[in-house]
């Protein structure tokens, strides 16, 4: 090797390259030997600042993946919420729906019953039915025959002159 001429007049020694050294080998729970150079106080603030270095990042690593799973957890929570508020709007307009048919139903009932009779109307039809006595009524055909026998009484042999006829239809009086 070659020396360098020193600038202040001196001259170095040749430099020879240096072999990496081998740590010693130390068990699971020991202390890792101290970088040469470097004061045992140090060594241990170090390792000390190192391993609380891993603990959080351990405690980050942990608090990365529970952020995840409530991130996961509150996407689903999300899907099946907007699920539950579609059916529940389909629902409502399906009860709306049958809301606004049912209220159509009863206003058509409504005007029904307020054309139908009435309980007075009903007594007063029901006195002038009473009074009148519609069962005792006869037919023209029965006046006809009622009539043609009280005339064959009277005068034997005379020939009647009311026969069966159909009955024309009656027309009927609105009260």
Avoid: C
Avoid at 18 to 29: A, E, I, N, V, Y
Avoid at 48 to 61: G, N
Avoid at 95 to 116: G, P, T, Y
């Amino acid at each position: 090797m070659e020396t360098y001429p020193n600038p202040y007049g001196q001259q170095q020694p040749p430099q020879q390259p240096q072999q990496p050294q081998q740590p010693p080998r130390q068990g699971f729970f020991s202390k890792p030997a101290p970088p040469p150079g470097m004061s045992p106080e140090l060594a241990e603030g170090l390792t000390d600042t190192i391993r609380r270095l891993r603990v959080l990042e351990e405690r980050y690593a942990t608090l990365h993946r529970k952020v995840q799973v409530n991130e996961q957890n509150s996407l689903l929570k999300h899907k099946k919420m907007e699920s539950d508020i579609k059916r529940l709007s389909t629902e409502m307009k399906e009860i709306r729906d049958n809301f606004s048919e049912v209220r159509d139903s009863i206003r058509m009932l409504v005007k029904e019953l307020q054309s139908a009779a009435k309980r007075e109307e009903v007594e007063i039809l029901k006195r002038y039915i009473n009074l009148w006595e519609p069962l005792h009524f006869v037919t023209r055909n029965e006046v006809s025959k009622i009539i043609d026998e009280m005339l064959d009484e009277k005068q034997p042999g005379r020939k009647p002159q009311f026969t069966d006829r159909p009955q024309a239809p009656r027309r009927e009086q609105n009260l």
